[in-house]
């Protein structure tokens, strides 16, 4: 019926070296509902995601230790059992978007994911946040950006 | 019944390495047997593959969607997506076992269109019994 390409290529395979940053493709949107599979695939997918656009080990880092921060808290705060992720690469930056929050939700996940000696773990390891209301009015979303040029 | 994870992403092949992962994710969090999760993998990798090859031929790619819903040991996992449908590919490069292998992978395997119009392979995997084996006499 089909060729089906290598399935496994673009996560195993060693960044090039290239002139360029990659073209970032477009948003990846995860949707999970509260429970043990939220932590282990948004944390697969994110650094699926930031492999491909030749993010450094030490920034991918920092991500999945924002994602664990993230799925550790988000089900606290979300509106009806289920968190939606969306990831939007850029050029040497990608955004997360964490949606399906209740009012007040973002600000408390933020303020959640403090750990002692290390401090606020969202804020320590994300370049920029902002709140924004729900695009359906009836909740908010927290929006991180990570850079790594 | 609400989704237990959703994916929707670009119909690109190097995506189908990202739904791939999401799924051992998934298994691993399920504890499902290692031999039916790679059933899974393959099962969906070729739902997958049909829509990056066929469903947005000679177009700009449109979203790649799968769900995962888990009901009673049961996990069905619906790929979709909004090509023009599922139809024979004469000219296809495979080899055309895509969905034979589906359904020989899978408990049951459903082809359509859902109420939106929107092209689906709907594929359920029972989590539970033994481990999942191909049985070579079962045609494909």
Redesign the interface.
């Known amino acids: 019926m089909s060729e089906t390409p290598d399935p496994d290529a673009s996560a195993s395979e060693p960044v090039a070296e290239t002139s360029s940053p990659p073209e970032p493709s477009g948003p990846v949107m995860l949707r999970v509902a509260n429970g043990p599979l939220a932590a282990p695939v948004l944390a697969r997918v994110v650094s699926m995601v930031l492999a491909r656009a030749a993010c450094p080990l030490d920034r991918l880092d920092d991500a999945l230790i924002l994602c664990d921060a993230i799925s550790a808290h988000a089900h606290t705060y979300s509106r009806d059992g289920h968190i939606s992720f969306t990831l939007t690469p850029e050029t040497n930056a990608i955004e997360l978007r964490v949606a399906e929050l209740g009012p007040g939700g973002a600000s408390a996940l933020i303020e959640d994911s403090g750990l002692p000696d290390v401090g606020n773990v969202i804020e320590r390891f994300s370049d920029s946040r902002r709140v924004e209301p729900a695009q359906d009015g009836a909740g908010e979303e927290l929006v991180l950006t990570l850079d790594f040029d | 019944m609400?989704?237990?994870?959703?994916?929707?992403?670009?119909a690109?092949?190097?995506?189908?390495?990202?739904v791939?992962?999401?799924f051992?994710?998934?298994g691993?969090?399920?504890a499902v047997d290692e031999q039916l999760l790679s059933d899974m993998?393959l099962a969906i990798?070729?739902a997958c593959?049909?829509v990056?090859?066929?469903a947005y031929a000679g177009r700009e790619p449109g979203p790649l969607e799968v769900d995962a819903t888990l009901h009673d040991d049961e996990l069905t996992v619906v790929v979709r997506d909004d090509g023009p449908g599922i139809a024979p590919?004469p000219g296809?490069?495979?080899?055309?076992?895509?969905?034979p292998l589906i359904a020989s992978l899978s408990q049951s395997v459903e082809l359509g269109r859902n109420e939106h119009e929107r092209t689906e392979v709907r594929m359920t995997f029972s989590l539970s019994g033994a481990p999942h084996q191909i049985d070579p006499a079962r045609p494909m």
Not at chain 2, 12 to 18: G, M, T
Not at chain 2, 92 to 99: D, K, N, R
């Open positions: 609400t989704p237990d994870m959703e994916l929707s992403l670009p690109q092949a190097e995506n189908i390495a990202l791939r992962h999401a051992g994710a998934l691993e969090a399920l993998r990798t070729e593959s049909n990056v090859v066929h590919h296809s490069p495979g080899l055309g076992l895509g969905l």
